[in-house]
Nanobody, 125 residues
Framework: QVQLVESGGGLVQAGGSLRLSCAAS????????MGWFRQAPGKEREFVAA?????????RYAESVKGRFTISRDNAKNTVSLQMNSLKSEDTAVYYC?????????????????WGQGTQVTVSS
């Protein structure tokens, strides 16, 4: 069992930055691949970024955020972070952290077993 709690969301102007954090409690955090997804009003939840288990040697990004967002993990602190730079109005959404027991850092929602409750990110233009 893994519990996930996101933080760091808020209101920011276009072009600005935010750093989201996800704190995990439970066992063997380092064994899980971790991902960030987002859901805008009226839209499906979509993949944003993911990082593989352990040292996180593999990371993946949605095309829409590549070069602007960076995912990282700190296994000593049981946290995964998402640094978001050059934010755009279309990045406005609720952002969710998720844990993937397969450890790969998958892009598909169905691969993730545990989810946080989400944190709102609003980018004003």
């Amino acid at each position: 069992q893994v519990q996930l709690v996101e933080s760091g969301g808020g209101l920011v102007q276009a072009g600005g930055s935010l750093r989201l954090s996800c704190a995990a409690s439970g066992r063997a955090f380092s064994n899980y691949g971790m991902g960030w997804f987002r859901q805008a009003p009226g839209k499906e939840r979509e993949f944003v970024a993911a990082i593989s288990w352990g040292a996180g040697s593999l990371s993946r990004y949605a095309e829409s955020v590549k070069g602007r967002f960076t995912i990282s993990r700190d296994n000593a602190k049981n946290t995964v972070s998402l640094q978001m730079n050059s934010l755009k109005s279309e990045d406005t959404a609720v952002y969710y952290c998720a844990a993937d027991a397969y450890g790969t850092g998958a892009t598909r929602k169905s691969m993730y077993e545990y989810w946080g409750q989400g944190t709102q990110v609003t980018v004003s233009s």
